[in-house]
């Protein structure tokens, strides 16, 4: 069928520059497609919109482009916010090293590369050498990284790669002397990476069944299997190692013991924190079949595993703790009633734990700032590792018997800065410290709290020029996300730098449903309470608006994927507050999320409209797509999506779109911009990353006739 570009003009004019310029919308055809849930009937007009196949879904595409294309190329901002974005993103940066095999590995990007490269070095003063380039392996850089293991003596790399953004991966090994592939190659992998076995021989990872013709990007992700592949076999010879035929949510992730001889498996069955655990011996090394054993598969806490020694398990869990305490479990009796815990839980939510030259490295969130702490092997306290400020530090990771860890350190105004530390001294030495053209100097940030709608304080984290008037005109920007136990954290990226030396302010704030304060404080922003996530929004706006940091006028929000779900929940419930919204790669249907890959996944944050009635109305009360007030005046709308997001499908950014183009919403713009060969965001070339980016500063700066130069 042929899209109709018959186009609807809106009743008033946007401003861009110093020309007012009249708007106009492709019509988007409506049909009448109802839904009757637990008795309540629910309108989907744009449900032809699902189908990313189809040819009018594809014209649809192209006519949304050519008005969001034709209104971007015309603000004054766009090429200077470019130009600054540039700028800002060009400077080298590292990943974090690790050590295999008598092999250091780490990322580096030269930056504008348009993927991260893979080098190694036997020693850190070596010169390094290229063990992997993504960039070779396709023109327009729409082939990433996805993931790497390297064999336990460091001559093989298992890489995966995906391609146009989508989360399938496909996997090959490569021989670090010789530079090329070897014949093994493994498809259809999505949420997995490999784990070797000490031997050498082979590796384990996760993969689904082939999906069907035409729903590779759509069709629901179920029965997940984990296998193990010995090299140099076809992959239908691979071994199955685990899978569950009478429950189709279980997935895997499968790890190797620092002595090899024990599979960790992890059981999930949501994107949320808590999980099962199985393991299977790896006799001398090698896998030699055989059916995993339960340690625990009540999927009622968090359960990680950090070291094995001999037959004790040690983990970090939130069973009983809700921010989380390390135990140690005899693996012949591993029930609760025989546990020790050998660090207790503590005021702050413990993140992350990692067993490196015989002590425990433990990342903790004080009010959203990392601190690590250093325990000897009985669980004492010893030390904590001085870290350059309040910020944000990841990494710690390695073996028992490593003297040796890296890690990362940034904040808002402080870009990633690569450290080594000396476990046993507790000595940190600079490895790698990026030089950029931003200026930190000029910049500071602070914290401060905010008081939610039910009294719930949480913070948020203000950076800005430094001596700025804060007098109610300063453009500002607020980002958030509140979900799924991840905490948001200050680092620095190059998008709130680039904000920054725009003249404006850039604001984070850690709401509840995220994992800043433990287990409660992520729950406490779930399915009937998700709308405790809105609420702390809303009131981190109105702080800023009340302490005259931004107005109304000046004041924007920004959240992708859940945090675009956020953007378009709050938009709805306060458009008043706000001068322009960007929800980017959204959940705005929460209604038929569940339907479309992993989608289902998320229930244990969402709940679905199938679980009871009350799920359902709570879920319309919020839905983005269902809640959009006709006759109200809303704030300039920019949604992003890519056409090749098969995480959260962009069928939830067209529909939500169409209808808010449909709705008598006020003159503001409200555009969706459709990056083409992308997908949610992970391995998204530098080229297409700088370009969406400045074009989201580029809008609010323009609807804040913000003058960039």
Do not use: C
Request: proline share 6%; hydrophobic share 40%; charged share 20%.
């Amino acid at each position: 069928m042929k899209l109709s570009l018959t186009a609807i003009t809106l009743a008033a004019v946007v401003a861009t520059g110093t020309n007012a310029q009249p708007l106009t919308y492709p019509v988007t055809r409506k049909t009448d497609q109802v839904d009757s849930y637990h008795g309540t009937q629910v309108a989907d007009p744009y449900r032809w919109l699902e189908d990313d196949n189809s040819a009018e879904t594809k014209a649809w595409v192209v006519a949304q482009n050519e008005v969001t294309d034709k209104f971007l190329a015309a603000m004054p901002q766009r090429l200077p916010a470019r130009r600054i974005y540039t700028e800002l993103y060009n400077f080298e940066r590292f990943g974090i090293p690790f050590k295999e095999g008598g092999r250091y590995f780490w990322t580096r990007n030269d930056g504008l590369q348009q993927q991260n490269v893979i080098y190694t070095a036997r020693t850190l003063k070596d010169t390094p050498a290229v063990a992997l380039d993504p960039n070779t392996m396709s023109p327009d850089g729409t082939v990433a990284l996805s993931g790497m293991a390297p064999s336990r003596d460091g001559r093989l790399i298992a890489y995966g790669t995906a391609g146009a953004g989508s989360d399938w991966q496909t996997w090959r090994v490569r021989d670090l002397a010789t530079g090329q592939d070897l014949v093994d190659k493994i498809e259809w992998v999505k949420f997995s990476g490999a784990a070797w076995t000490a031997d050498g021989k082979g590796f384990f990872y996760a993969r689904y069944d082939a999906p069907k013709d035409g729903e590779k990007l759509t069709g629901a992700n179920y029965f997940q299997k984990l296998y193990y592949h010995r090299l140099g076999t076809p992959q239908g010879d691979d071994v199955l190692v685990a899978e569950n035929r009478d429950d189709k949510e279980w997935g895997f992730g499968a790890d190797v013991s620092d002595d090899g001889r024990l599979l960790l498996i992890s059981v999930w069955k949501s994107a949320g924190s808590k999980n099962g655990l199985m393991v299977l011996p790896l006799p001398g090394g090698a896998f030699a079949g055989g059916k995993p054993r339960p340690v625990t598969l009540a999927f009622d806490a968090q359960y990680t595993p950090v070291a094995v020694h001999g037959n004790r398990l040690v983990l970090k869990t939130d069973k009983d703790a809700p921010r989380g305490r390390l135990i140690t479990m005899d693996l012949q009796h591993p029930g609760p009633a025989r546990w020790k815990t050998l660090v207790a839980e503590g005021p702050d939510a413990m993140t992350a734990a990692s067993a490196v030259g015989g002590r425990y490295l433990l990342s903790y969130l004080n009010d959203a700032a990392t601190l690590v702490r250093v325990h000897g092997a009985d669980g004492r306290r010893l030390s904590e590792v001085k870290l350059p400020g309040i910020g944000t530090a990841g990494g710690f990771g390695g073996r028992w018997n490593d003297a040796e860890t890296f890690f990362s350190y940034t904040s808002l105004t402080t870009p990633a800065e690569i450290h080594r530390y000396d476990v046993r001294t507790g000595r940190i030495e600079l490895f790698k410290k990026p030089q950029t053209a931003f200026d930190t100097e000029q910049y500071e940030t602070r914290r401060e709290f905010v008081t939610s709608k039910d009294g719930t304080r949480f913070p948020i984290f203000i950076a800005a020029r430094k001596g700025l008037k804060f007098d109610g005109n300063n453009p500002t920007l607020l980002y958030g996300y509140g979900g799924f136990n991840i905490p948001i954290t200050p680092g620095y990226g190059v998008t709130a730098a680039t904000w920054l030396k725009m003249g404006g302010v850039y604001v984070i704030a850690a709401i509840r449903g995220g994992g800043e304060y433990g287990s409660a404080w992520h729950e406490a922003g779930t399915r009937l309470k998700k709308q405790n996530v809105f609420d702390d929004f809303i009131a981190a706006g109105e702080w800023l608006v009340q302490h005259k940091v931004a107005s109304p006028a000046t004041l924007a929000i920004n959240g992708g994927s859940n945090g675009g779900l956020l953007v378009g929940a709050v938009t709805n419930q306060r458009p008043d507050l706000f001068a322009a919204a960007v929800p980017q790669v959204g959940v705005m249907d929460m209604l038929r999320y569940p339907n479309f890959t992993i989608g289902w996944a998320w229930a244990s944050d969402y709940g679905t409209a199938k679980d009871s009635p009350e799920m359902f109305q709570a879920l319309q009360a919020y839905s983005p797509l269902h809640n959009i007030q006709a006759g109200a005046r809303y704030p300039a709308v920019l949604v992003t999506t890519g056409d090749h997001d098969d995480r959260v499908v962009p069928a939830h950014s067209f529909k939500y779109a169409a209808t808010l183009q449909a709705a008598d919403t006020g003159p503001a713009p409200k555009l969706i911009r459709i990056e083409v060969d992308a997908g949610h965001g992970a391995g998204k070339p530098t080229s297409k990353l700088i370009e969406e980016r400045s074009d989201v500063l580029a809008f609010i700066a323009n609807t804040m006739k913000l003058d960039v130069k």
